[in-house]
Structure formats: C-alpha cells, structure tokens
C-alpha cells in the first residue's frame, strides 16, 4: 500500500520552532554547565555569576535560533519549504514537488520518529526532518498505516 498525501508546505516558523526545541532536548547538558555557572556565585558572592550564566545560555539559545533562520533563508534549502506532496509506503517516502520532481528518502535514513498530538516527526539530523501533519492524510487508515510503518521500523514505540 502506498499513502499519497496532499500537498503541505512547512512554514519556516514551525521549522525553527521544532529544530531548536529539538537542539535543546538533545543537548540538555548545557543546562548543568550554565547552572553550575551561577553556583560560582557561592564561591564569590557577586550577582555577576548569575548574570553571567543566564547570559551565556541566553546567546547559546539566541546562536542556534540564528542557525535555523538561517537555514530557512538559504536559496538551496528553499526546495524544504516548497508545497510538496508525500508518497510513502515501507521502502521509502518520496517528497513530490510536482508530478515529474521528486527526491526519495530511504527509511535508513531516518535516525528517529516521534508522533505528536497532531503531526508525525521524522528526524534525519539536528536540523533536518520531515513533519507531516495529520491533515495531510486522506483518511485515519492511511495515518494507521503510517504508525504502522514506523513501529515496524523501530521508529516509534
């Protein structure tokens, strides 16, 4: 069975959002390191170690913010932003942009799924995935099939 979806287009404001969320889960360590910043307060009493940290995780969260903007302004990654349609079943999903221009994405390359309360995430990198909301599907059972696919490849739990 093959799931054709209807055309989506990922407005750039949900791709930062989702990217930078996504940095700061898999790095959460850099929490520690900020806090343990602040504690310097305790070693010498001055109010400049707590500003200090909370200006540094500031500019770290402000870097990657800047990075996915990025991202979204770059002329060769403006095809991720284009209106596309998805052909998906189990060897791979192919993003149609229109009938004759399509890239396929095998499903090795998929690193991680997640399914949300209204979209499926499929992370290949820190900053690149696929979203694909739930409205894009024709019908539940081809959103079944889908969890299906992923379950079956170990995606999603």
């Not at 992370?123 to 894009?136: D, E, G, N, W």
């Amino acid at each position: 069975m093959i799931v054709k979806t209807k055309k989506y287009q990922l407005p750039t404001g949900t791709y930062i959002k989702i990217a930078l969320v996504n940095v700061l889960k898999q790095q959460w360590w850099v929490i520690p390191i900020a806090v343990a910043i602040a504690f310097g307060y305790f070693w010498i009493p001055s109010i400049w170690w707590i500003i200090g940290a909370v200006l540094a995780y500031g500019l770290y969260v402000l870097f990657w913010a800047i990075q996915f903007t990025g991202v979204t302004q770059m002329e060769q990654n403006k095809v991720i932003f284009d209106k596309m349609a998805y052909e998906i079943d189990s060897r791979q999903i192919l993003m149609k942009i229109n009938t004759k221009q399509g890239m396929p994405v095998q499903w090795n390359m998929i690193k991680s799924a997640e399914k949300r309360k209204d979209a499926y995430l499929l992370y290949m990198s820190k900053a690149q995935f696929i979203h694909l909301p739930f409205r894009i599907f024709n019908s539940e059972n081809e959103r079944k099939f889908m969890e299906t696919i992923l379950k079956r490849k170990e995606l999603i739990k």
